[in-house]
T-cell receptor, first 113, second 116 residues
Framework: AQSVTQPDIHITVSEGASLELRCNYS??????LFWYVQSPGQGLQLLLKYFSGDTLVQGIKGFEAEFKRSQSSFNLRKPSVHWSDAAEYFCAVGGFRDDKIIFGKGTRLHILP | GAGVSQSPRYKVAKRGQDVALRCDPI?????LFWYQQALGQGPEFLTY????????KSGLPSDRFFAERPEGSVSTLKIQRTQQEDSAVYLC??????????????FGSGTQLSVL
């Protein structure tokens, strides 16, 4: 069965610092991988997705993620965070065999001024 | 419409009451998903439709939960005899089939259900 693990429940970084949010997945075939962001009281917004091809994926708001098949990981990165990046971040996996998308439990990002 | 629409936005139910939550997907979207998001948690998959066919209902927590999409567009999630543990935000999402490679899931704003 497919699953997603986000090992960090909370992450705190200073504004302007770099960020990496971890995501590990389990899926029996080639996965589709996603990162979503959810601000308080807001809906889920897609940051980026990996379907195939280049394993380094660029997304919106300056985010990128790298698919590493050997590590079953899809970590999200940003070189310099802004206060507006404070939110909940969800990694998700789906696949070619079915369209069901499974989400991780999320990482809450806090930004220090 | 321009996006996925869910109604009502908020629902307060007394324990034991039946509720019905509605989802209007983006016009033309074939796939429709329901998720349950408890406070402080990630969205948990409930069920998935492709057109009117319910292809996966493995996430429905009990037989009190029932979903339908009779004409392949609007979907209704029904919860019978609500319990306090049903309190959560229920999210609906739609997309073209992901098999086509480049589509993404569009989420509605959710229905926040509070069972007293």
């Amino acid at each position: 069965a497919q699953s997603v693990t986000q090992p960090d429940i909370h992450i705190t970084v200073s504004e302007g610092a770099s960020l990496e949010l971890r995501c590990n997945y389990s899926y029996g075939a080639t996965p589709y991988l996603f990162w979503y962001v959810q601000s308080p009281g807001q809906g889920l917004q897609l940051l980026l997705k990996y379907f195939s091809g280049d394993t380094l994926v660029q997304g919106i708001k300056g985010f990128e993620a790298e698919f590493k098949r050997s590590q079953s990981s899809f970590n999200l990165r940003k070189p310099s965070v802004h206060w507006s990046d404070a939110a909940e971040y969800f990694c998700a996996v789906g696949g070619f065999r079915d369209d069901k998308i499974i989400f991780g439990k999320g990482t809450r990002l806090h930004i220090l001024p | 419409g321009a996006g996925v629409s869910q109604s009502p936005r908020y629902k307060v139910a007394k324990r034991g009451q039946d509720v019905a939550l509605r989802c209007d997907p983006i016009s033309g979207h074939v796939s429709l998903f329901w998720y349950q998001q408890a406070l402080g948690q990630g969205p948990e998959f409930l069920t998935y439709f492709q057109n009117e066919a319910q292809l996966d209902k493995s996430g429905l927590p009990s037989d009190r939960f029932f979903a339908e999409r009779p004409e392949g567009s609007v979907s209704t999630l029904k919860i019978q005899r609500t319990q306090q543990e049903d309190s959560a935000v229920y999210l609906c999402a739609s997309s073209f089939p992901l098999l086509q490679g480049d589509e993404k899931l569009f989420f509605g704003s959710g229905t926040q259900l509070s069972v007293l």
